[in-house]
């Protein structure tokens, strides 16, 4: 078979099983990967940082022996610290950072046996469910209809993975940012629970231990390999995460266990959602009653707008946190095009809440965790869209507006496209999004599953079952690789 069709046949791990086995070898791959780049990077603005000689270099010193040994692979340019990958943190006021060790997470994406190569794009400070930088010289689009985002802030990542350029890509999720491009670009992807997946030795937690890494990918199998090879505590994280049972590849082995599942076709506040979105849970939830579980219509008792209100205030603080240990280290004062109209509004924001606000707007999170708790003591799962509507429009949600408040909390802004996701970084609970659904037009929407603090492997195996149940592997966006005859 041709290395194109390996390609596309393959998920990550196939993949590494021809390297391992001698059918491909790594340097094929990664040649096909960059052929890739360049045939459709121009159209999606999706790849950046390409250092196709540091891949080189791993692939002639020896890859290590691993689960992902010899697939080309691509990191969030945002987060995952990496000696050999500069990053620009989706931001002209960090352009071109380098860093002088590497992040817990990269060194165990290394020792898995992944050739990386370079990074993807992601919206200024990862704020937003678009990824439209202009540190990249416009937006990145959606492989599925170039006038659609691919979402945000993992949108590079998302674009790349849908787009056939890697088979993987890492992303992270700190309101949604890996589910939202899973959901808009026709993808796998899954936010496990909080502090499963190291975070140093860079920062102790992200925006308030809402943040984590994550991965975009075309089967749940690549996810729980690669969940796999990175999941632990590093070395001196400030708290862990219940230990798993077993694996996430463990998992994915078949258990018909009868789940309770409750499901919402609208908003967790109550408001309708577009039609497409509250059809692709209905359709769900069919399927799930077909394979043997019971699905009852149900909506948490928790205070959803509230929470995203202290949401706002803690990424608006970590926001200001960034860009003035920026403008310390460069010891010289903001320029007007330094950061964009949404940084802006943000660190604005910031200037006007006081430590105890602050810590008010905490306390509101860990509240909201306890009240999503308690819905699971009587449900195994809950079922929703991942998003209130199909992927936006480019310029919808870019960055230029000031009102920072008004981008995340206004009318048909953020949380009113975004309702569901944030919730479950606020409880730290695993999710996940599933690609189940496309419109009349053609355009991805994914179904959203979330389950109890810790039961990451409950979930990783449901999504399994759904994936046999209803296969989307082979489902490719117009715009795709052509080789050349």
């Known amino acids: 078979m041709d290395i194109d069709k390996l390609y596309e046949t393959y998920d990550a791990v196939g993949l590494a099983e021809l390297v391992n086995s001698g059918q491909v070898k790594a340097d094929e791959l990664l040649d096909e990967a960059l052929r890739r780049v360049d045939a459709l990077n121009?159209?999606?603005?999706?790849?950046?940082?390409l250092r196709e000689e540091v891949a080189r270099k791993s692939i002639i010193d020896g890859l290590p022996q691993g689960p992902l040994t010899g697939v080309p692979f691509l990191l969030k340019d945002l987060g995952a610290e990496a000696v050999d990958f500069p990053s620009n943190n989706g931001s002209r006021l960090f352009a071109d950072t380098h860093y002088a060790r590497d992040s817990a997470i990269y060194a165990r994406l290394k020792a898995a046996g992944l050739v990386t190569f370079g990074r993807t794009t992601s919206p200024e400070g990862g704020v937003g469910p678009v990824t439209e930088s202009a540190v990249y010289g416009g937006p990145t689009r959606n492989p599925w209809n170039l006038d659609r985002t691919p979402g945000g802030s993992s949108g590079g990542a998302g674009a790349a993975v849908s787009a056939g350029i890697v088979p993987a890509a890492h992303g992270s999720d700190g309101g949604g940012s890996v589910r939202i491009p899973a959901s808009s670009c026709g993808l796998f992807g899954f936010k496990a629970t909080r502090a499963r997946l190291p975070d140093g030795p860079y920062v102790g937690e992200g925006w308030a231990g809402m943040a984590i890494d994550g991965f975009l990918t075309r089967s749940v199998r690549d996810t729980a390999v690669l969940l796999d090879a990175t999941q632990g505590a590093d070395l001196g994280a400030p708290y862990v995460a219940p230990p798993l049972?077993?694996?996430?590849r463990q998992a994915l082995d078949r258990n018909d266990k009868r789940l309770r599942i409750g499901f919402a076709t609208t908003s967790l506040t109550g408001e309708a959602i577009d039609p497409e979105c509250r059809i692709a849970v209905e359709h769900t939830a069919r399927l799930l009653e077909s394979m043997g579980h019971d699905l009852v219509e149900a909506l948490p008792q928790a205070d959803t707008a509230g929470m995203m209100a202290a949401w706002t205030?803690?990424?608006?603080?970590?926001?200001?946190?960034?860009?003035?240990?920026?403008?310390?280290?460069?010891g010289r004062p903001l320029a007007a095009d330094d950061i964009e109209g949404i940084a802006r509004g943000a660190v604005a924001y910031a200037r006007t809440i006081s430590?105890?606000?602050?810590?008010?707007?905490?306390n509101k999170v860990h509240a909201y965790g306890r009240e999503m708790a308690a819905f699971f003591d009587g449900y195994d799962v809950l079922l929703t869209a991942t998003l209130a509507e199909p992927p936006a429009k480019i310029g919808r949600f870019d960055h230029k507006p000031e009102d920072y408040v008004d981008y995340r909390m206004g009318p048909g802004r953020v949380f009113a496209y975004s309702p569901f996701t944030a919730a479950f970084n606020a409880s730290g609970q695993p999710a996940a999004s599933l690609p189940l659904h496309w419109t009349h037009d053609g355009l991805p929407v994914g179904i959203h599953l979330a389950a109890a603090f810790g039961n990451d492997e409950l979930l990783m195996g449901l999504c399994a079952r759904l994936e046999e149940a209803q296969p989307w592997f082979d489902?490719?966006?117009p715009l795709r690789y052509t080789p050349r005859s």
């Open 245 to 248: 049972q077993a694996s996430f």
């Open 313 to 330: 205030k803690i990424v608006a603080c970590g926001t200001a946190l960034s860009v003035d240990g920026a403008i310390r280290k460069r």
């Open 355 to 362: 430590g105890s606000d602050y810590l008010e707007a905490i």
């Open 42 to 49: 121009s159209d999606l603005n999706a790849v950046t940082m």
């Open 475 to 477: 489902r490719r966006p």
